[in-house]
């Protein structure tokens, strides 16, 4: 293991996992009645919830009955609403939100994104029973910065780093942004002042990310400035 981070901050993750498809191929989609969306706004949107109806429905049912069996949840400790475009599973110690939007960029597609929020603990993301629910599922942390940060001060703290101590970090002229690169950690660390995002290569479990958020948190360890930004050290 990398490091336990706090239930505070286990708490205060986000993982997100993504995928996407065309929006003829979703089962409501009636070739010869419907047309595919040339624009993404709340109309199309709006219309896409219809259409993907069957498949949402199909998908939160089939993740519910995962969880509670996987876990042992009584009835009153899951619940599961549906409103298509949008699912919410709330667990006792956790929820899930599944939405189907269009893409902007090409509203003949749909993009699916599913959140997992409010995660108690380290140790329930490690059980097996936990991890085989959710494996291969999310390929992002997105952890919000209570206080905000600076990016500018981020970048300086890094460039000011004797040697770097594995950690490089690239930015645009108007540093809105940067991403932050740390030897050994096979992720991509974006800081916008509002949040802290990591970006894996591959999906995994939460536990799997949750040690590469560890390991970044320790690497950070090393200025006050980069430490803020998750809770100082392990």
Known sequence: MTGELPSSIVADICFLGRSSGTV???????????????AANATT???????????????????????RTALAYKRKEIALSV???????????????????????DPARY????????????????????????????????????????VEAVIDAIENLEGRD??????????????IAVEGIDAKV???????????????????LIEGFAAVRSAFAITKVLSGLIGGSA
């Open 45 to 67: 949107n709006a219309f896409l919830g219809k259409l993907c109806s069957a498949e949402l429905a199909r998908d939160a049912e089939t993740l519910f009955q995962d969880v």
């Open 190 to 208: 974006r800081c916008t002042g509002a949040s802290l995002e990591m970006v894996f290569p591959r999906p995994g479990s939460p536990a799997e």
């Open 83 to 105: 409103a298509s475009p949008l699912a919410v599973l709330t667990a006792r110690d956790f929820t899930v939100e599944i939405v189907y939007a269009l893409e902007e960029t």
């Open 24 to 38: 003829k191929t979703l089962e409501g989609f009636k070739k010869g009645h419907h047309r595919t969306p040339d």
């Open 111 to 150: 993009a699916v994104l599913t959140t997992l929020r409010g995660l108690v603990s380290h140790e329930l993301a490690r059980k097996e029973d936990f991890s085989r629910v959710f494996a291969r599922r999310f390929a992002e942390i997105s952890f919000n910065l209570k206080k905000g940060a600076s």
């Open 166 to 179: 594995g950690l490089s970090v690239e930015f645009p002229s108007d540093c809105r942004e940067c991403t």
